[in-house]
C-alpha cells in the first residue's frame, strides 16, 4: 500500500508537497462491524483505500500525479543521463529553483514491511538516494545512502556495495535499480520496494483505456480465460443500470514472425492488440465486440459494441478491466479525471468498490484527481485533499485540516470558498471589445 508520497521542486510544486493516506481522525464506533472500509491497520499505521484530490483547472491536480508517475517510470525504465536524459522538469518560476534538485520521497507497504524511498537528481545526475525500514515504533533504520556512501544491507561478503555502486551507477542512475535488476533476489528489502514501485502502481493519466487492454488486465489467474473475463466486465456494467444485458467479444489469434510485415484489416467494431509471445514471435489478436439489450418483446438484440453505444459506456468497460485487477491483486491505482465522460452515480459506485471490506479485500487503493463535486459529501474528510495555487505555486491541504464535522456538506462548503481550490475568475463584458 502507499503510505505516502511527497515532491519538492517539479512542474508547478515549488514547496514540498505530501500525498498523506493516513486515516487522520478518530474512527467510528463499532468500525469493525461495518462493511465499509475506513482503513486498514499497518504497523500503528492507519491507511485510507480512498483519496479524491480537488481544484481549480491549471492548480496542479495533474502535476501531482505526473510526479509521482515519473518517479515510477525512474525505476522502471533506469534512466541513464549519459545515454538519454533524466525526467528533469523543475519549478520555473523562481531563480532558486529552475536550477535546482527535484526531489521525491515515497513511503510504502510490502509484505507488511514499510519502506521509506528518496530520489534527488538534477538535469545531469542523481545526487541522493536513500531507502530506510520503518519499525513499528516509527523509527527508522538505514538501508543505504548513496550521498554518503553508507550500505547496510545483509549481502554475501562477495559483494562490495562500495564498489557496485561507484561502478555501475557513479551518480548517473539509480542504485536501487541496479541491485534490483543485475543482483536480483540478494536483498528482500530491495527487491520488495522495486517490485512495489515497479509493479503495484497503477498511473494513468485518464480513465479511457483500449479495451482489449482492459479485458487483458481482467484475466486475473491462470484459470481465467478470455471469456470469463469478459463476463466479469460484463457483469459489473450490468450492475451499473447500463441498460445492458451484457457485453460479447470474439478474439481471433494469428502468430507472426517478428519484424514481419502484416496488412490488417479493421472494421470499426473491432480492436487489435498485440502480444509478445518470445523475442521471435508476436501473437496478433483481433477483437469484435457484441452488445446486448432486450427489445420490448423481452428479446436480445445485438448491437456493435464500438460504434453503437455510447462513449461513456465504452469508457466504462475498459475502466473496469483495470479496477477488477487492482482489487484483485491489491495494487495502488492513480488515476486522473476519473469522472471523464461517467455520471457521477457512477464514479460514486466506484468509490464505494474500493470502500467495501467484501469486495476490496486485498487492501486496493484509489487515488484520483476530479472535478465531480457531486461526490464530495459520500466521503470522509480524511479521504478529500484540496489543491490549490499560492503564489503561483500548487500547494495540497486536506478538510481534514480544517475545523469541520465529518458528516459536513462538503460540496457545499468547497462551492462557497471555505476550502479553496476554486478558479479565481473575472467576468468582463467587454472581453469581444477591439
Known amino acids: 500500500m502507499l503510505i505516502d508520497f511527497s515532491v519538492k521542486n517539479y512542474k508547478s510544486i515549488k514547496n514540498l508537497l505530501s500525498v498523506d493516506m493516513n486515516f487522520s481522525q478518530q474512527a467510528p464506533k463499532n468500525y469493525l462491524k461495518e462493511d465499509n472500509l475506513y482503513f486498514t491497520d499497518i504497523k500503528n499505521n492507519r491507511i485510507i483505500p480512498f483519496l479524491a484530490i480537488y481544484g481549480a483547472n491549471a492548480s496542479g491536480k495533474t502535476n501531482i500525479i505526473s510526479a509521482l508517475n515519473d518517479l515510477r517510470l525512474f525505476i522502471v525504465s533506469d534512466f541513464n543521463a549519459r545515454e538519454r536524459p533524466l525526467p528533469y522538469t523543475p519549478y520555473l518560476l523562481s531563480d532558486s529553483t529552475r536550477n535546482g534538485v527535484i526531489e521525491f520521497y515515497i513511503t510504502l507497504e510490502k509484505n507488511s514491511n514499510i519502506y521509506r524511498y528518496q530520489l534527488a537528481f538534477t538535469q545531469n545526475a542523481v545526487v541522493d538516494e536513500r531507502l530506510y525500514r520503518i519499525k513499528s515504533n516509527k523509527s527508522e533504520e538505514l538501508i543505504f545512502d548513496t550521498k554518503n556512501k553508507e550500505f547496510n544491507i545483509n549481502v554475501d561478503s562477495s559483494y562490495n556495495l562500495t564498489t557496485i555502486f561507484d561502478n555501475e551507477c557513479n551518480y548517473f542512475s539509480s542504485f536501487?535499480?541496479?541491485l534490483a535488476t543485475r543482483y536480483v533476489g540478494f536483498s528482500k528489502e530491495i527487491n520488495e520496494v522495486y517490485d512495489f514501485i515497479k509493479n503495484d502502481l497503477e498511473i494513468y493519466p485518464s480513465n479511457r483505456f483500449?479495451?482489449?487492454?482492459?479485458?487483458?488486465k481482467?484475466?486475473?489467474?491462470?484459470?481465467?480465460?478470455?471469456?470469463?473475463?469478459?463476463?466479469?466486465?460484463?457483469?459489473?456494467l450490468s450492475n451499473m443500470d447500463i441498460n445492458l444485458e451484457g457485453v460479447n467479444c470474439n478474439r481471433s489469434i494469428n502468430t507472426i514472425e517478428n519484424n514481419t510485415t502484416v496488412n490488417v484489416q479493421q472494421s470499426p467494431n473491432q480492436r487489435i492488440s498485440w502480444k509478445v509471445?518470445?523475442?521471435n514471435k508476436i501473437q496478433m489478436r483481433l477483437d469484435s465486440f457484441k452488445s446486448y439489450h432486450k427489445d420490448d418483446q423481452g428479446n436480445d438484440v445485438e448491437f456493435d459494441f464500438l460504434t453503437q453505444?455510447?462513449?461513456?459506456?465504452?469508457?466504462l468497460f475498459g475502466l473496469l478491466g483495470v479496477i477488477i485487477d487492482v482489487l484483485a491483486r491489491g495494487k495502488?491505482?492513480?488515476?486522473?479525471?476519473?469522472?471523464?465522460?461517467?455520471h457521477s452515480d457512477i464514479v460514486r459506485y466506484i468509490m464505494r468498490m474500493f470502500r467495501n471490506k467484501k469486495i476490496n479485500k486485498n487492501h486496493a487503493q484509489l487515488i484520483c484527481a476530479s472535478h465531480d463535486l457531486?461526490?464530495?459529501d459520500d466521503l470522509k474528510k480524511s479521504e478529500i485533499a484540496i489543491v490549490d495555487k499560492i503564489k503561483n505555486a500548487t500547494e495540497l491541504k486536506y478538510v481534514s485540516d480544517f475545523d469541520v464535522r465529518n458528516a459536513l456538506n462538503f460540496?457545499?462548503?468547497?462551492?462557497?470558498?471555505?476550502?479553496?481550490g476554486r478558479p479565481r475568475m473575472v467576468f468582463d463584458t467587454n472581453v469581444m471589445e477591439d
Request: proline share 2%; net charge negative; aromatic share 8%.
Open 176 to 178: 536501487l535499480v541496479k
Open 210 to 216: 483500449h479495451e482489449s487492454f482492459a479485458i487483458d
Open 218 to 236: 481482467a484475466q486475473i489467474t491462470n484459470d481465467d480465460d478470455f471469456s470469463k473475463a469478459v463476463r466479469k466486465i460484463s457483469s459489473i
Open 277 to 279: 509471445e518470445n523475442p
Open 309 to 315: 453505444e455510447s462513449y461513456g459506456t465504452i469508457t
Open 332 to 342: 495502488t491505482l492513480v488515476i486522473d479525471e476519473i469522472e471523464r465522460s461517467l
Open 374 to 376: 457531486h461526490s464530495m
Open 411 to 420: 460540496q457545499k462548503n468547497y462551492l462557497s470558498g471555505r476550502f479553496g
